[in-house]
């Protein structure tokens, strides 16, 4: 390079120092950057939450097997205002129990997670064991089609970790995932809305 | 000619746009990986089986349920026709064979082949109809009973029953006296042709019997033509009979998946008497129509689940449904099928 191209090059910035400092100014301001974007990502992400619609769930099992999470976020909540309390809970028993007791072979629960608890007869209470549940709807399939539906899935935001793209979500047929304001994160049936 | 040091420093107006771009570029691209990267280091969707000991055949298969033995359906759909209501919720046909379907907040008057003769409306949302000959009519709305006239005129109302009182169903007996089955007090009301409750039947109390138990809001009475008022009691899977005092009589009914007995938490869900004293049945759940002798034997299947699919899906939010079942003095069967409202008819060769 002759004496003048040299020149003229430093008089366009096109230095070594010059690009130096050019390039340190841009990883700054990129970190700067970055940093900034993760926490707007972040801000946004705790606007709105996951749960889910429980008119438009379709008990299709996805819930306990596509979580990142093991067990899944996902368990079942039991609205006591619209239970029946039935002496034959299609929620807690298999579609042909042998007997109606509490033995395993007649729970259509895989992990036993219902507790079934007689009060005066013949109604039974049926309650939710959170530590047990793993989310699989069975219980609430057979609740929702034969019963009142007080069984029903939500996703519990002490344990979800709110993935931007949720798994389950994508995996929904009903497409029952929605995000809802992560002040009033839960989508509970009614006495009105439950018939 | 040679620059002074300080125009060396001074940036041109065109070196200033161009770094200024560059830095906005930067600090934009720093701020998409980090936006980017709050999804990244999230853990990735396992293939877990988190479902221990579940066979691919538990829970309920509801296409293996409503399976039924095709020799077992002995009627064939005559005719149908439309409600001309958004949500049909039950079924009454009088002496003189006129259809009665309330809903939304009328109720729909039908001659035996669908045409429509005239509405009626209700102030509220009515579960039960009944009319015996078309002069008055009776109309469960929410926690009472109100008596209309053939033109829709209101000529009494019986006020709350009950302070968790809804009115399922509704019969006359001797003397012009009402009968309502309340689904929320678990009880079936007398109450004289005015309007005033007369007693409370609670159902078979004594001797170990635990009453009316009605889990689900569908309590159906019917009266046969010897005077008993059979009432569905669901969640014991029976259906018993009263007379007019309200001791028991009789009863018949068990719970099974099972063509012969009645499925699911609590069925049947509504009932009506032909002229030779056996019962139609309607069930939800698997909503199927049958027959029973008068002793409680089952007969024949009036209409399969697989007739219903706007039953056999899952219910969107509002009102739960089930079908309503009415015979003529012809014996035919009216179904109201609420998934699709609809009035369908079915006849036995």
């Given amino acids: 390079m002759s004496k003048a191209e040299k020149e003229k090059g430093i008089e366009r910035g096109h230095s070594r120092r010059g690009f130096l400092s050019g390039g340190f100014r841009g990883a700054m301001l990129f970190f700067f950057g970055m940093v900034t974007g993760f926490f707007t990502g972040k801000v946004r992400a705790e606007r709105t939450v996951w749960q889910i619609d429980p008119f438009k769930c379709v008990f299709c099992t996805n819930c306990a097997t596509e979580c990142v999470l093991e067990p899944s976020a996902v368990r079942c909540v039991q609205y006591y205002p619209i239970c029946g309390y039935c002496k034959l809970c299609t929620g807690y028993f298999d579609p042909q129990p042998i007997n109606l007791d509490t033995g395993a072979e007649n729970q259509i629960c895989p992990t036993g997670a219902i507790i079934r608890t007689k009060l005066e007869d013949p109604y039974y209470e049926y309650t939710i064991d959170e530590e047990l549940c793993i989310g699989c709807a069975k219980c609430v399939e057979g609740c929702e089609l034969f019963g009142n539906g007080s069984f029903f899935l939500q996703v519990r935001h002490d344990k979800c970790v709110n993935c931007n793209e949720c798994a389950i979500a994508v995996s929904c047929p009903g497409q029952a995932f929605v995000r809802v304001p992560a002040g009033d994160p839960y989508l509970l049936k009614t006495r009105e809305t439950a018939g | ?349």
Avoid at chain 2, 94 to 117: I, S
Avoid at chain 2, 255 to 267: H, K, L
Avoid at chain 2, 298 to 327: I, T, W
């Fill in chain 2, 1 to 349: 000619m040679k620059k002074s040091r300080r125009d060396e420093n001074k940036q041109s107006r065109r070196d200033f746009l161009r770094k200024g771009m560059e830095g906005m570029l930067a600090f934009g691209a720093g701020g998409a990986a980090g936006v980017f990267a709050d999804d990244t280091i999230r853990p990735k969707p396992g293939n877990h089986s988190a479902i221990p000991n579940a066979s691919p055949t538990s829970g309920y298969d509801m296409s293996k349920l409503a399976e039924v033995d095709p020799a077992l359906i002995r009627y064939r759909e005559k005719g149908r026709f439309g409600c001309d209501m958004e949500e049909s919720v039950a079924l009454w046909i009088d002496n003189g064979d006129l259809v009665y379907v309330c809903g939304d907040e009328c109720v729909n008057v039908f001659d035996r082949v669908g045409r429509k003769r005239t509405t009626l409306k209700v102030g509220g949302r009515p579960r039960a109809v009944c009319s015996v000959d078309g002069d008055r009519i009776l109309v469960a709305v929410g926690d009472r009973i109100v008596i209309l006239d053939s033109e829709g005129g209101v000529l009494s109302d019986t006020g709350s029953l009950g302070e968790r009182s809804v009115v399922t169903s509704i019969a006359v007996g001797g003397e012009g006296t009402i009968f309502a089955a309340d689904a929320g007090e678990k009880c079936i009301w007398k109450i004289s042709a005015d309007g005033k409750v007369l007693s409370k039947n609670r159902g078979d109390t004594e001797g170990g019997g635990v009453g009316f138990v009605i889990p689900s809001p569908f309590f159906d009475i019917a009266f046969d033509a010897d005077g008993l008022l059979w009432a569905t009691n669901t969640g014991e899977h029976r259906i018993e009979a009263y007379n007019e005092e309200g001791e028991i009589s009789r009863s018949w009914g068990k719970p099974t998946m099972a063509i012969e007995g009645f499925c699911g938490c609590c069925n049947p869900v509504n009932i009506s008497i032909l002229n030779d004293g056996r019962f139609v049945t309607a069930e939800k759940g698997l909503p199927r129509v049958k027959v029973y002798s008068a002793d409680g034997e089952f007969e024949c299947v009036v209409a399969p689940p697989n007739s219903f699919p706007g039953l056999m899906r899952k219910r969107p939010a509002g009102r739960m449904r089930a079908l309503d079942v009415a015979v003529n003095s012809d014996g035919e069967v009216y179904v109201l099928d609420t998934g699709s409202s609809q009035v369908r008819i079915f006849v036995t060769d």
